[in-house]
Nanobody
Framework: QVQLVESGGGLVQAGGSLRLSCAAS????????MGWYRQAGGNQRILVAS???????NYATSVKGRFTISRDSAKNTVFLQMNSLNADDTAVYYC?????????WGQGTQVTVSS
């Protein structure tokens, strides 16, 4: 089992920045990929950014150049630095961790961008 705890969401004005954190615990050595997803209203949960054990990153087209995913392996923590935020970024952001057995989710953190 893997447990994920997110922090760092909140209310920010358009053009501003936020940094999300996700601390992993439990069977962390089994994790292959960690990432951030977001879900706005009744829409599907979609991938925002991911980072593999080897450090390869992947971003949704809508956030490329604005968001950066990184990790602190010593602290088992993944970060999402979000810059130049706009109203379309408003959503609940979920941390995700995957291994060969399962998909794990955090509880979600709300990000609201006011225009």
């Amino acid at each position: 089992q893997v447990q994920l705890v997110e922090s760092g969401g909140g209310l920010v004005q358009a053009g501003g920045s936020l940094r999300l954190s996700c601390a992993a615990s439990g069977n962390i050595f089994s994790i292959n990929t960690m990432g951030w997803y977001r879900q706005a209203g009744g829409n599907q949960r979609i991938l925002v950014a991911s980072i593999t054990r080897g450090g390869s990153t992947n971003y949704a087209t809508s956030v490329k150049g604005r968001f950066t995913i990184s990790r602190d392996s010593a602290k088992n923590t993944v970060f999402l630095q979000m810059n130049s935020l706009n109203a379309d970024d408003t959503a609940v952001y979920y941390c995700n961790a995957r291994n060969i057995y399962d998909n794990y989710w955090g509880q979600g953190t709300q990000v609201t961008v006011s225009s």
